[in-house]
């Protein structure tokens, strides 16, 4: 089992940034791709990012390309969300996620909350 750990989410506001955080631990990943979800009040869960625990290839959901970017830190064990130009539509709890082919791991989640 690979125990997923997010952090980094709280309340901006509309146009500002916010950088998410997950720690791996457990048994080893390598060979899993790496994935950030959110779901919003109402909505169901929705994927926002993806991203080669490897190699570092990416991939993002049309809402957020060119405002986030994902990357990781393999020393680190680290998946990153980081978010610009935040919208109030980016409201939502943030998932980090694991897996090869589907994901199978799945965070605790952390709250980011933008207000206009």
């Known amino acids: 089992q690979v125990q997923l750990v997010e952090s980094g989410g709280g309340l901006v506001q509309a146009g500002g940034s916010l950088r998410l955080s997950c720690v791996a631990s457990?048994?080893?990943?390598?060979?899993?791709?790496m994935g950030w979800f959110r779901q919003a009040p109402g909505k169901e869960r929705e994927f926002v990012a993806a991203?080669?625990?490897?190699?570092?290839?990416?991939n993002y959901a049309d809402s957020v390309k060119g405002r986030f970017t994902i990357s990781r830190d393999n020393a680190q064990n680290t998946l990153y969300l980081q978010m610009n130009s935040l919208k109030p539509e980016d409201t939502a709890v943030y998932y980090c996620a694991a897996g090869a082919g589907s994901y199978d791991y799945w965070g605790q989640g952390t709250q980011v909350t933008v207000s206009s």
């Open positions: 457990g048994r080893t990943f390598s060979r899993y791709a």
């Open positions: 991203i080669s625990w490897s190699f570092s290839n990416t």
